[in-house]
C-alpha cells in the first residue's frame, strides 16, 4: 500500500521559528524509509481551533491517506493535539495509541502522561505521535510493522494485506 502522508508538527516554538522541527523532520525520515510520499509537512501554533480546521482538510484530500503529527500530546495547558484529532475523527484506533504508551514506558517514565489518539477519517489514518525526536522514533518502531496493513484495510483492500 503506497502511503502519502501529511507531517504536521504542533509546536508553538516551532510555529514562531524559536526551534527548529527535528521531531517533524524525524517523521519525514522514518517515513521516507518506507517509501512514503510526503504530501504536506507543515508547523502548526498549538491553537486548537486552526489545528482541528487543517486536520479535517487534510484528512478530506483525496491524496493524503495517513497524517502523522508530533508535540501537542501532553498534560500541558496548550497541548490540545488529542482534542483536535478527536473532534475529527470518524472511528478511533486506540491499540495504536496504547500500544506505543505501554512500549515507551518502559523506557521513559513520563510516557503515561502521552494523550496520544489514533484514528480514521475518511480513508485516512491519523497518528499523534510526541514531540521529542527520540519519542517519535520509539513508536515509529511500534507503529512501523502495522502502517501498511492498516492503510490497505483502511482503503478497502484487505487482498493488499497479505502481501
Not at 488529542?82 to 505501554?102: K, Q, W
Not at 521513559?108 to 522514533?137: D, E, H, M, Q
Request: aromatic content about 2%; proline content about 6%.
Amino acid at each position: 500500500m503506497e502511503i502519502r502522508a501529511a507531517v504536521i508538527t504542533v509546536s508553538d516554538a516551532c510555529s514562531r521559528g524559536e526551534r527548529a522541527d527535528a521531531s517533524g523532520e524525524a517523521l519525514v525520515q522514518l517515513l521516507g524509509e518506507l517509501g512514503a510520499e510526503i504530501v504536506v509537512r507543515q508547523i502548526l501554533s498549538d491553537d486548537l481551533d486552526p489545528l482541528r480546521e487543517r486536520l479535517r482538510e487534510l484528512a478530506d484530500h483525496p491524496d493524503i491517506n495517513l497524517i502523522v503529527t508530533t508535540g501537542g500530546t501532553g498534560v500541558a495547558p496548550r497541548d490540545n493535539t488529542p482534542e483536535a484529532t478527536r473532534a475529527v475523527i470518524e472511528r478511533e484506533v486506540p491499540g495504536i495509541a496504547e500500544a506505543m504508551r505501554m512500549e515507551t514506558l518502559k523506557k521513559t517514565p513520563t510516557a503515561i502522561l502521552s494523550r496520544s489518539v489514533c484514528g480514521i477519517r475518511s480513508n485516512t489514518l491519523i497518528v499523534n505521535f510526541p514531540g521529542s525526536p527520540k519519542g517519535v522514533r520509539e513508536c515509529f518502531e511500534i507503529v512501523r510493522p502495522v502502517l501498511h496493513h492498516a492503510l490497505a484495510l483502511i482503503a478497502g483492500r484487505p487482498h493488499d494485506c497479505a502481501v
